[in-house]
């Protein structure tokens, strides 16, 4: 039996305009799924490419309280349990979901959808949050195609981007756990640090300022592509390398929401990570 999943986030807007956004099927689509329908407390459906098995709805709501709701969700057969909350803490409101029957095995295999689930709502809950707070969303991963890419617009000059992917502490701090980098082709990218990974990722293509390459093994091979212009920088994110029958898409969607993390982390003024302590 697996632990519960718990990924909680902080935002600057109302605990009341949290939960409208995730109640109510306009908004939704706004910034979640290509198609919902809500009519609580009978119903809560959401599905599209962005969704995992999201050729039809699958879920089935079981329970609504003050700013809360739980349903069943039917993933690869076995029908899992996911939990929203809305909260507050001093000046922020705090979204907690709940997610069970998510395995770690599953993620790093690819053996079941399921395998995404932490990655997914890290993405989910990260374009809530600039959604609530008026700020473009990043790319949703396309769960129906084996083509991996996105664009995103970073207010900051591209030297300052590029620093960012590629300098130690920079990227431990946005991504939220700690990566060791050897700045240099044939250098290693270590999560949890060079001491602690025995089989790092590697630097395999880097023009300074312009782009950077990282071998991932098994999960394929991501490349960032910088274009700098006014002060502002056009991030290119592609994915590539890997097996396309079974998409790395846990680790794309991971990708993706260190993306939304980078963003903020350039254009907010007194950043502080989406992330709060579970």
């Known amino acids: 039996m697996t632990e519960p999943l718990i990924i909680r986030v902080r935002t600057t807007a109302s605990s009341d305009a949290a939960y409208a956004a995730l109640t109510q099927p306009d908004r939704l689509t706004a910034w979640f799924a290509g198609k919902a329908e809500v009519e609580l407390p009978q119903r809560y459906e959401f599905w599209g490419p962005s969704i995992p098995e999201g050729d039809a709805p699958h879920q089935r709501l079981l329970e609504v309280g003050e ?23 001093n000046d922020h409101t705090i979204i907690t979901v709940t997610q069970s029957h998510f395995d770690f095995n599953e993620m790093m295999t690819g053996s079941s959808i399921r395998g995404v689930l932490q ?3 890290a993405l989910a809950l990260a374009n809530l949050v600039d ?4 700020r473009a969303r ?30 130690s502490e920079e990227v431990s701090q946005w991504f939220g756990y700690p990566v ?8 290693r990218f270590a999560l949890g640090g060079i001491e602690n990974n025995p ?9 300074p300022g312009e782009r950077v390459s990282v071998d991932w093994g098994h999960g394929g ?3 960032w592509e910088l274009d700098g212009s006014d002060g502002k920088t056009r991030l290119t994110l592609v994915s590539s390398g890997f097996d396309p029958d079974n998409p790395p898409y846990a680790a794309w969607m991971g990708i993706l929401a260190g993306l939304a993390e980078l963003r903020r982390y350039h254009e907010i003024e007194n950043w502080t990570p989406l992330a709060v302590a579970a």
């Open 67 to 89: 700013n809360r709701l739980s349903f069943a969700w039917l993933l690869d057969g076995v029908e899992t349990t996911t939990e929203i909350a809305v909260g507050t803490d």
């Open 119 to 121: 990655t997914f709502w």
């Open 131 to 134: 959604y609530l707070e008026d």
């Open 138 to 167: 990043t790319p949703g991963a396309d769960l129906t195609s084996s083509a991996l890419t996105a664009t995103v617009d970073i207010d900051a000059p591209a030297d300052r981007v590029y620093d960012s992917l590629i300098a």
């Open 180 to 187: 060791e980098i050897e700045p240099r082709v044939g250098g």
């Open 199 to 207: 089989q790092p990722a590697l630097i395999v293509d880097l023009v």
């Open 221 to 223: 091979i991501s490349t």
